[in-house]
């Protein structure tokens, strides 16, 4: 079975850190651009950011550019995601993609369940 | 950056109904345009992409279309499993449309 599973969040003061995981199962991990998109409470969906197979290319919304970090382990099939300055605005439930980018769909075709970060 | 913009952004319908959702795009972008379909507490799943092209095991009542700047997303006949948020998003920049909710009438 393909999947998704985040951990790592949790309550975090605002200027300060937190880490979030994603591992991969079901899927040769190391094949597929991975995602992380964020949903603030009772909001819409915000792409976060996105690493492609290799980690050469990387890419951030503008809203977390420069305090985020997307990073990725394919012997240990994981995403991460470094949350640093941390701010209210941050507070969200984060989901990690599979990014098809370079595939048929274009699209993030599996989803985690999510881990929420809550930032006061 | 391209905004998209869903319209409506809550809609009312009963079981049975046809439903149309709206995505438009402030700027030509690549095409690649997907929806998806959110249910409380659940992760998006993606229902249809590069506008219509249907993922596998979505049922055929759901249809995208549309082209350039304006795309639709509807649901021929609802079902009770189909009331949910839906979202739009463009690739080439990514951005996610803003969610139209259906809800029961």
């Known amino acids: 079975e393909v999947q998704l599973v985040e951990s790592g969040g949790g309550l975090v003061q605002p200027g300060g850190s937190l880490r979030l995981s994603c591992g991969a199962s079901?899927?040769?991990?190391?094949?597929?651009?991975m995602a992380w998109v964020r949903q603030a409470p009772g909001k819409g969906l915000e792409w976060v950011a996105n690493?492609?197979?290799?980690?050469?290319?990387?890419y951030y919304a503008g809203s977390v550019r420069g305090r985020f970090t997307i990073s990725r382990d394919n012997y240990r099939n994981s995403v991460y995601l470094q949350m640093n300055s941390l701010r209210a605005e941050d507070t969200a439930l984060y989901f990690c993609?599979?990014?098809?980018?370079?595939?048929?769909?274009?699209?993030?075709?599996?989803w985690g369940q999510g881990t929420m970060v809550s930032v006061s | 950056d391209i905004q998209m913009t869903q319209s409506p952004s809550s809609l009312s319908a009963s079981v049975g109904d046809r439903v149309t959702i709206t995505c438009r795009a402030s700027q030509s972008f690549s095409g690649w345009l997907a929806w998806y379909q959110q249910k409380p507490g659940k992760a998006p799943k993606l229902l249809i992409y590069?506008?219509?092209t249907l993922e596998n095991g979505v049922p055929s009542r759901f249809s995208g279309g549309g082209f350039g700047t304006e795309f639709t997303l509807t649901i021929s006949s609802l079902q009770p499993d189909d009331f949910a948020t839906y979202y739009c998003?463009?690739?080439?920049?990514?951005?996610f449309g803003g969610g139209t909710k259906v809800e029961i009438k």
């Open positions: 079901g899927f040769t991990f190391s094949n597929y651009w």
């Open positions: 690493i492609n197979q290799d980690e050469r290319e990387q």
């Open positions: 590069k506008a219509s």
């Open positions: 998003q463009s690739r080439g920049p990514l951005t």
């Open positions: 993609a599979r990014d098809d980018i370079a595939g048929s769909t274009k699209a993030f075709d599996v």
